[in-house]
């Protein structure tokens, strides 16, 4: 809470807070819960987005599929499940996530109702 005070000292009245660095289900949980917390104790707007394609972990290099696979099929649904986010990102660019890679994850994103916004083309 140090940080929220922080930037409320500077005149923020709303941020986001995204996860995305954890990059499987658990970390990615506890990040999300983390700002669940932030946002049931903070004097301002807190918006959590979860940023689950962030990049490809390393474990998964050799499958893309596989993880972009989990991304759909296991977090998102548990996400929504426990109301962890307001929003979804994905960081298409190249290195990271393509295109069409991108348009499947935000696709799966909208059945769960789940608000898409995107990081694109920053490098």
């Keep these: 809470m140090i ?3 922080e930037i409320i000292g500077f005149g923020t009245g709303a941020v986001e807070i995204k996860s995305g660095y954890g990059l499987n289900t658990e970390d990615e949980l506890k990040m999300l819960r983390v700002i669940r917390r932030i946002k049931e104790n903070a004097l301002l707007e807190v918006k ?5 394609a962030h990049a490809v972990p390393a474990s998964f290099r ?4 596989k993880y972009i696979e989990l991304v759909i099929n296991e977090m998102i ?4 499940s426990g109301e962890l986010a307001d929003y979804i990102d994905v ?3 190249d290195g990271f996530f ?3 890679e991108t348009e499947r994850i935000l696709m799966a994103c909208i059945k769960y109702v789940l608000t898409p916004i995107l990081h694109a083309n920053e490098i």
């Design 98 to 100: 393509s295109v069409d």
């Design 77 to 80: 649904p548990v996400i929504t």
């Design 3 to 5: 940080r929220i005070n």
């Design 62 to 65: 050799n499958d893309r599929e």
């Design 91 to 93: 960081f298409c660019d």
């Design 48 to 52: 959590s987005t979860f940023l689950g």
